[in-house]
């Protein structure tokens, strides 16, 4: 990949095979296997996306549900694997997808920050050496000795993104988790990306918001059912995507 270059999406499909007949038990369902009887449906979730992002840059991924915007970032995330196509990242990823990815819902908040800053990659001396600041920006030390699985959703987001940017990552993902938020919060975690960008972290966020969007991002893809319908400055794509709506 070209050094100047964080993202590059080529031409990717995502395929998926969504079972055509329903099977009421487990023992139907091997025997069909055997017998080679299961059909399915082919499903393209991503249809001949390209995307390629440059350093510093910040894009929103933006369409309707089942438009395909998770199912991008999972595949730069390296979760999902592009049927035809490629994807090559130039730089370290943080990323924040799923609510609770990572966290073990019955320990403590304390407990999973380290948990989770494991799955990150993050060293145990190194975690305890940031605890603080993690739990400040989360605004959890109330909260910390209960089990997760005990957290609002609202919570674990914020636990979440408090951990994930406790540090400068090439390029942090980000999917629709803060929407869970307070509105405050939401503000708090806007301006943290905004600082990223500034230090040159590469941000990939996806929100139902256009408003956050344009506050947050300098691009705009619009995804629609699996196709690129437009990409380029976000004020135009977001403008074209409000009037595709109406």
Known sequence: MDDGFAVRVEHAVVRFNMASERIDNLKEYFVKLIRR???????LALRDVSLEV????AWGIIGTNGSGKSTLLKL???ILKPYRGSVRINGSIAPLIELGAGFDGDLT??????LNGAVLGYN????QEHFDEIVDFAELWDFLDMPIKNYSSGMAARLGFAIATVVRPDILICDEVLAVGDYAFQQKCERRMGEMRDRGTTLLYVSHSIDSVRCVCDHALWLDKGVVRMAGDVGEVGDAYIRGLQ
Request: charged share 40%; hydrophobic share 45%; net charge positive.
């Open 124 to 127: 145990r001396a190194f975690m």
């Open 109 to 114: 908040a304390r407990e999973n920050i380290f």
């Open 54 to 57: 440059k350093k510093g840059e």
């Open 76 to 78: 730069v995330c390296g």
């Open 37 to 43: 009887e299961l059909m399915f449906k082919e499903f």
